[in-house]
């Protein structure tokens, strides 16, 4: 999703997620049968795989990628920033907040015993 930024500028947020494997004690790309969407790790703001993926990237190249794998139309915008991970006073240290699932009404900045899900926001200015 698109924000404004100042003037001629678009700010593209992106939401990373993770899952919290119980077995391995590791946090992963979203894994289960009803994680469909979250399966591709780079979300809208809505819980669904972002519209601007690279198109030509698979569900697993995508979740595979360090940073959001976004393609825009280069005749339209250009980026004029590197990607940015918010962090602030309601993440952890790396921009992370913890719940039980994407819809889940409280987000902490500290993993609870029964959070095995985890966001955090990512965003870039282009013109």
């Known amino acids: 999703r698109g924000k404004s930024g100042g003037v001629g500028q678009r700010v593209l947020e992106v939401f990373e997620v993770e899952r919290f494997q119980v077995m391995s004690q590791q946090w992963c790309t979203p894994f289960l049968p009803h994680d469909h969407e979250m399966s591709w790790r780079w979300l809208d703001s809505t819980g669904y795989r972002h519209p601007h993926l690279h198109p030509q990237l698979t569900r697993e190249q995508c979740a595979a990628r360090a940073a959001p794998p976004i393609e825009l139309d280069r005749g339209l915008y250009q980026p004029s920033s590197d990607w940015t991970i918010e962090v602030n006073q309601g993440t952890d240290k790396d921009g992370w ?22 966001k955090r926001r990512w965003t870039r200015t282009y013109t």
């Not at 913890?98 to 819809?103: I, L, R």
């Open 97 to 118: 907040l913890y719940g039980m699932a994407w819809k889940t009404s409280s987000w902490e900045a500290k993993q609870g015993l029964f959070d095995h899900f985890r």
